[in-house]
């Protein structure tokens, strides 16, 4: 079993930027791929960014790229998503899952409970 708790989440402007973290508490967390979803209100579950075990592979989806970096230190046993030039449309709850680096939500086991992130205009 996997235990995810994320943090960091806030209220910031449009343009600023905000790290939100993931710490996991289980055994061999190296052997998981690691994602960032959000979702909000009234919307769908949105993929934002994925990792490999190893960190050496990394996948964004397209409204981020450029702007967001995603990154793990598997010896905290923690993943980061580095948020920069923030937009109003990225106000979410942010999740983090562990499973297999991926696009899709399906391929995950392991969620936190989400942060809410805010971006004011």
């Known amino acids: 079993q996997v235990q995810l708790v994320e943090s960091g989440g806030g209220l910031v402007q449009a343009g600023g930027s905000l790290r939100v973290s993931c710490v996991a508490s289980?055994?061999?967390?190296?052997?998981?791929?690691m994602g960032w979803f959000r979702q909000a209100p009234g919307k769908e579950r949105d993929f934002v960014a994925a990792?490999?075990?190893?960190?050496?592979?990394?996948y964004y989806a397209d409204p981020v790229k450029g702007r967001f970096t995603i990154s793990r230190d598997n010896a905290k046993k923690t993943v980061f998503l580095q948020m920069d030039s923030l937009k109003p449309e990225d106000t979410a709850v942010y999740y983090c899952?562990?499973?297999?680096?991926?696009?899709?939500?399906?391929?995950?086991?392991?969620w936190g409970q989400g942060t809410q992130v805010t971006v004011s205009s």
């Open positions: 899952a562990a499973g297999i680096a991926s696009f899709s939500y399906k391929m995950y086991n392991y």
């Open positions: 289980g055994r061999l967390f190296s052997s998981y791929g």
């Open positions: 990792i490999s075990g190893s960190g050496g592979a990394t």
